[in-house]
């Protein structure tokens, strides 16, 4: 990936299993960058790239949950955590957009208690890496670097090497 130095850019990848399918890490995923001869140029850790807070949960038997300017487009697997209520909600699965302001997720929650507060959701496994200025600063034009993520799932170590990045 080539990408130009003179100003921060930022580094979005995706955590999947050998399937393709989005895996969860157990944590953020840490990062380095290293130059051509092995060198550590700059490290951290990663954030969520797509993620958001809970207005409401429907009762349903397919519940649909409210979050204003999510961002999501079509299916998407979702991570969803601290909803108060309907706790069923609170899993990794599959989220289908509806509107700007709300998605649906295949959990029946028509039999559960109104919905009781809280909640945030992320995409599952996508995360960003933002590279500012103490980092791009060591990039030298011209050069490839190599972008590692280490993340671990269920007490598995994996790392996960990015597409090259060639700064310009």
Partial sequence: MLQPVDADFTLVFQLADSSDTPVVPDAAPTWRIYDGEGGLVGDGTATPFLSGTIDSV???????????????????????????GPTAVNATTTATVVSANAFTVPIDTSAADPYGGGGQWQAAGLYRIDIGSAVRGQLEPGHVYTVLADYAVSSARKVHQLEPLEAT
């Fill in 58 to 84: 429907s009762l349903a038997a397919t519940a649909q949950i409210t979050s204003v300017a999510h961002q999501l487009r079509g299916t998407v697997r979702v991570t969803i955590s601290g909803v108060a």
